[in-house]
T-cell receptor, first 113, second 113 residues
């Protein structure tokens, strides 16, 4: 049973446009969410996070939105750049105990020049 | 950035042989994790540790064991490797107390033939 779902395996976007990556979760105990970016042959790297007490967090070109009632979060990248081409994973955890993050299956973003 | 290294980076082994992967950190962090990444499954937690000699199972722990005799080292052992354990294995450390994110190693690509 997938507790964190990324239903779009891939996404292509033109350079300069907005990229929107989506993530849904089922466990209402999750209250901290992360996005990671992964390039081939490298480990995932932290991108941005959001706590359930917020509905938006922004860091430069990256913004994460959280809709708790819908159990949905999204990552917006504006403007998209070719260097953003990577696999993006969302992850969720309760903010207690051992912080065992549950990851989604990933979305491969391709930004076209 | 926290120092975390995985060894080996690549390994090919035969079915039925034991295999040990090593994760080494230089940051004295308490929490360490082992994940595997497979197409269509994202990153799945195998085992984690919350201190020396303190370990627990993740969602896909069958066929794996771990040990943590020192803060800096977290070992993952495949007792008797099977082809289904062909995967990319990532170690992660949780950053300093109060931070919720992980730092990942560069991964070990394991092929069981």
């Amino acid at each position: 049973d997938q507790q964190v779902k990324q239903n779009s395996p891939s996404l292509s976007v033109q350079e300069g446009r907005i990229s929107i990556l989506n993530c849904d979760y089922t466990n209402s105990m999750f209250d901290y969410f992360l996005w990671y970016k992964k390039y081939p042959a490298e480990g995932p790297t932290f991108l941005i996070s959001i706590s359930s007490i917020k509905d938006k967090n922004e860091d430069g070109r990256f913004t994460v939105f959280l809709n708790k009632s819908a159990k949905h979060l999204s990552l917006h990248i504006v403007p998209s750049q070719p260097g953003d081409s990577a696999v993006y994973f969302c992850a969720a955890s309760p903010t207690s105990g051992t912080y065992k993050y549950i990851f989604g299956t990933g979305t491969r973003l391709k930004v076209l020049a | 950035d926290a120092g975390i290294t995985q060894s080996p980076r690549h390994k090919v082994t035969e079915t039925g042989t034991p295999v040990t992967l090593r994760c080494h950190q230089t940051e004295n962090h308490r929490y360490m994790y082992w994940y595997r990444q497979d197409p269509g499954h994202g990153l799945r937690l195998i085992h984690y540790s919350y201190g020396v000699k303190d370990t627990d199972k993740g969602e896909v722990s069958d066929g794996y064991s771990v040990s943590r005799s020192k803060t800096e080292d977290f070992l993952l052992t495949l007792e008797s490797a099977t082809s289904s354990q062909t995967s990319v294995y990532f170690c992660a450390i949780r950053d300093q107390e109060g931070s919720y994110g992980y730092t990942f190693g560069s991964g070990t690509r394991l092929t069981v033939v």
